[in-house]
């Protein structure tokens, strides 16, 4: 059974940082795109980031790009998100998500992680 | 980027019913198109990849329509535990992009 587990969520004061993690079972990690998508309290989701299947290939949101940073370790099968420069805008859940493929990635999700809720707030 | 405009935002309906949710995408992207179902306190799941491909545990009442520009999530016959907020997606191209959802509720 496929399980993504995020954790590290909590809350920040502006302008700080924070790293969250996804723990993945149930799969071949290492095989997989492997995407970030958050969503604001009662708000929609939006997609932040994605990492290929070795961690050499990434991409981010224009609203995060600079600040955050995506990596992976296939030996733990654990997706990191490192945040800096935390804003209001960045509080959400954010979720870790699974590609479909591992070549040039699908760029949809077909498995989702429960969320871990990052705050920012003085 | 590539805005996703869904309508209606919110759709209260009774049981039985069919439900039918539009995704217009602001330019073409093919059948990159796929909607998930989000419950309360829930994490979204996948309902209909590629526009219209099923996906395996997906109830068949759920099926997607359109190419382009223009899609459509049809549920046939409504069921109590369809009340949730449904999302389109688009993976045409980079940023990756939803709409802002539909949220259905039962009557």
């Known amino acids: 059974e496929v399980q993504l587990v995020e954790s590290g969520g909590g809350v920040v004061q502006p302008g700080g940082s924070l790293r969250l993690s996804c723990a993945a079972s149930g799969f071949t990690f290492s095989s997989y795109w492997m995407h970030w998508v958050r969503q604001a309290p009662g708000k929609g989701l939006v997609w932040v980031s994605r990492i290929n299947p070795d961690g050499s290939s990434t991409d981010y949101a224009d609203s995060v790009k600079g600040r955050f940073i995506i990596f992976r370790d296939n030996a733990k099968k654990t997706l990191y998100l490192q945040m800096h420069s935390l804003g209001d805008e960045d509080t959400a859940v954010y979720y870790c998500?699974?590609?479909?493929?591992?070549?040039?990635?699908?760029?949809?999700?077909?498995?989702w992680g429960q969320g871990t809720l990052l705050t920012v707030s003085s | 980027d590539i805005v996703l405009t869904q309508s209606p935002d919110f759709q209260s309906v009774t049981p039985k019913e069919k439900v039918t949710i539009t995704c217009r995408a602001s330019?073409?992207?093919?059948?990159?198109l796929h909607w998930y179902q989000q419950k309360p306190d829930q994490s979204p799941k996948l309902l209909i990849k590629?526009?219209?491909q099923s996906i395996s545990g997906v109830p068949s009442r759920f099926s997607g329509s359109g190419s382009g520009t223009d899609f459509t999530l049809t549920i046939s016959t409504l069921e109590a535990e369809d009340a949730a907020t449904y999302y389109c997606?688009?993976?045409?191209?980079?940023?990756?992009?939803f709409g802002g959802g539909t949220k259905v509720e039962i009557k």
């Open positions: 590629y526009a219209s």
């Open positions: 998500a699974r590609d479909p493929y591992g070549d040039f990635g699908g760029n949809y999700f077909d498995y």
């Open positions: 997606q688009q993976s045409n191209s980079l940023p990756l992009t």
């Open positions: 330019q073409s992207i093919r059948s990159s």
